[in-house]
């Protein structure tokens, strides 16, 4: 794959996130897509395929009611990406972790992709 396809994928995903667009996120992915989100060290979700996807993509939208993704590096590499990602978004009711409903949460992770046969085909959010 070349570097602008892998490029212009992230990017289409990050657009796609932010916009709470989730079949174009899913129309980005490899049937056997993987997604993984580890924070403090420890994997705290993982879903495997396009369904497991979108039903975590549609829960997840719920929670906010603004979010952003903003992309602020860019490795690219055979075929994988490394993505700095800035992120704030906004609670869109009270949570029972203690979150608020307008309360603006602001992190800065990582997401690796890998691709695979023109498509995303595995996704990890470290933060």
């Given at each position: 794959m ?6 212009s ?14 079949d174009?996120?899913v129309a ?21 395929g396009k369904e ?8 997840s939208?719920?929670?906010?009611s ?30 029972d972790?203690?979150?608020?409903a ?16 023109g ?7 470290v933060?």
């Open positions: 070349i570097t602008q396809d892998k490029k994928l992230i990017e289409s995903y990050i657009q796609c996130y932010n916009a709470f667009d989730i174009g996120l980005l992915l490899a049937d056997d897509v993987v997604f993984e989100n580890e924070a403090g060290g420890e994997v705290n979700v993982h879903t495997q497991d996807f979108k039903t975590l993509a549609l829960q939208a719920q929670v906010f603004a979010r952003q993704q903003t992309i602020t590096n860019m490795q690219l590499h055979d075929d994988s990406a490394t993505v700095d990602i800035d992120y704030q978004g906004t609670v869109a009711a009270d949570l972790n203690g979150l608020k307008g309360q603006v949460i602001e992190l800065q992770g990582q997401t690796l992709f890998k691709f695979s046969h498509k995303i085909s595995h996704i990890k959010d933060s």
